[in-house]
């Protein structure tokens, strides 16, 4: 891996921003099923809903159809395009400010990458907060029906119908709804819980991520003094692809935690967390080492392509063909 890499100065802000927006609208899109497995299978504590990812999308569109796989994209999708446009944008701007001469050292990569993971924070914690609510909602039904034949003991609740009727589906919540309830009952921090454990894992993200990316994307490229052949398309995906996964894999643990901790409605048996400390210490007591590891394939494929798809977009320069349209 080589020390220094080029940075180009040449493209805008404004097409920095344009170009991330895009690539994050067409990267969710594209992922948003495997991240909602995610989702649950990080969830899971007591009761064995799902098996794994594919188990886990095969009974998601048996019960609550295709478009159950994009429960909450909606949030993501409209939140996506400022997250992706401040993080990539940002650690562009670091980047060139703290190169000198076109160049950038390896520990410039690092602070640029600590840089773009902590701006986006500010954006990232609500649309997750939000985001893991609606996807965690078909879980926690599906595990309702799993308990009704436990309870032979006295009447059965209401809520609960008899096993022979087919039981009926439950209220879904709405984005809407929730950030009404939210800012009611807690205010504006309510939208931030877990901002801390967001930064936790978006900083030490950035920071793996955005020096491989760069490294990796510099591979065979002819440098000179003050220009550097563009990479194309394949090798600007490639390296996201591989960038993603690896820097995926690596935060999986704090994952977990930030997961848990963000989700509000837990399901029967299932912990809630005071803090970062206090989930980590339930975690490890309640279910092992391997618990901190819950939907890393499911992490390295949601961020594999995703980030490939951005880094592909963000390097086609469709911000500039943008602006260049608009001016």
């Keep these: 891996m080589c020390a220094c890499v080029y940075v180009d100065p040449s493209c805008s802000l404004p097409a920095k921003l344009i170009n991330g927006g895009v690539a994050g609208l067409v990267g969710v899109t594209c992922v948003f099923p495997i991240d909602l497995a995610k989702t649950r299978l990080q969830n899971q504590q007591g009761v064995k809903v799902y ?4 188990d886990c999308l095969a009974k998601t569109i048996r019960s609550e159809g295709y478009f159950g796989c994009y429960r909450g994209a909606a949030v993501n999708l409209t939140l996506v395009t400022p997250e992706k446009a401040i993080k990539l944008a940002a650690n562009d701007v670091f980047r060139q400010k703290l190169s000198k001469d ?11 990458g600590c840089g773009a993971g902590t701006c986006q924070v500010v954006v990232t914690t609500p649309m997750e907060m939000l985001k893991i609510q609606l996807q ?3 879980r926690l039904a599906a595990q309702r029906p799993a308990h009704a034949p436990a309870q032979t003991v006295g009447p059965a609740p209401s809520l609960v119908p008899p ?5 009926a589906p439950p209220q ?6 929730l950030t009404v309830q939210l800012l009611k009952t807690h205010g504006l921090a309510g939208l931030y819980r877990g901002a801390g454990a967001t930064l936790m894992r978006d900083v030490p993200f950035s920071m793996i991520y955005f020096p491989l990316f760069a490294n990796l994307n510099a591979i065979g490229r002819q440098s000179h003094s003050d220009v550097q052949d563009r990479a194309p398309f394949w090798q600007s995906f490639v390296a996201g692809c591989m960038a993603g996964s690896i820097a995926a894999v690596a935060v999986t643990p704090l994952d977990v935690i930030k997961t848990r901790i963000q989700t509000l409605q837990k399901g029967e048996g299932e912990d809630t967390y005071r803090g970062i400390i206090d989930c980590t210490r ?3 007591k309640r279910e092992g080492p391997s618990a901190f590891l819950k939907g890393a394939t499911c ?3 949601v961020i594999a392509p995703l980030f490939g798809i951005a880094q592909g977009v963000y390097f086609l320069g469709v911000g500039e063909a943008v602006l260049g349209l608009l001016g």
Excluded: F, H, N, Y
């Excluded at 098996?51 to 594919?54: E, H, R, V, Y």
């Excluded at 076109?102 to 640029?112: I, Q, R």
């Excluded at 879904?172 to 709804?177: D, E, L, Q, V």
């Design 51 to 54: 098996k794994g990812m594919l």
């Design 299 to 301: 992490r390295a494929l």
């Design 163 to 167: 096993s022979s009727v087919q039981p």
């Design 172 to 177: 879904r919540p709405s984005a809407t709804g």
């Design 282 to 284: 339930r975690i490890l």
């Design 102 to 112: 076109g160049k950038l050292p390896l520990w410039g990569e690092v602070l640029a």
């Design 136 to 138: 965690d909602a078909g």
